[in-house]
């Protein structure tokens, strides 16, 4: 990521995307470093910690449209897991909407600038 800042790459051109692990290691990244993205792409994948687990982050992500997406039967990134994390992403002032269908969930988290 900083080098292609260093490269004068805005922030607000890059997508940050992941998949299964590379999810949850993206949406760890993503939590910790909140600012403007061009998107935020996390399939199959959530934030890391043991059931029970309390995050809590600062900072916005003024604008950044942010996709959850992972199948409702998943053992190893549960339902339960990608809400918890969708409820990090959509703090306030944060807007979104849900979609389920029967084995697949998904959360597009639009996030509104303040």
């Known amino acids: 990521m900083n080098e292609l800042l260093g490269r004068g790459i805005a922030q607000q051109r890059l997508v940050l995307i992941g998949f299964s692990q590379g999810a949850c290691l993206t949406?760890?990244?993503?939590?910790?470093?909140?600012?403007?993205?061009?998107?935020?792409?996390?399939?199959?994948?959530?934030?890391?910690?043991?059931?029970?687990?309390?995050?809590e982050y600062s900072g916005a992500f003024d604008g950044t449209p942010i996709f959850l997406g992972g199948s409702t039967t998943d053992t190893f990134v549960p339902l339960v897991r990608m809400r918890e994390s969708a409820a990090i992403f959509r703090a306030p002032p944060a807007r979104d909407f849900s979609i389920q269908t029967p084995g697949y969930f998904s959360t597009r988290v639009a996030v509104r600038p303040k």
Request: proline share 7%; net charge positive; glycine share 24%.
């Open 27 to 55: 949406a760890e990244y993503a939590v910790r470093h909140a600012g403007r993205y061009g998107g935020v792409a996390l399939c199959t994948g959530g934030l890391i910690g043991p059931p029970g687990t309390r995050w």
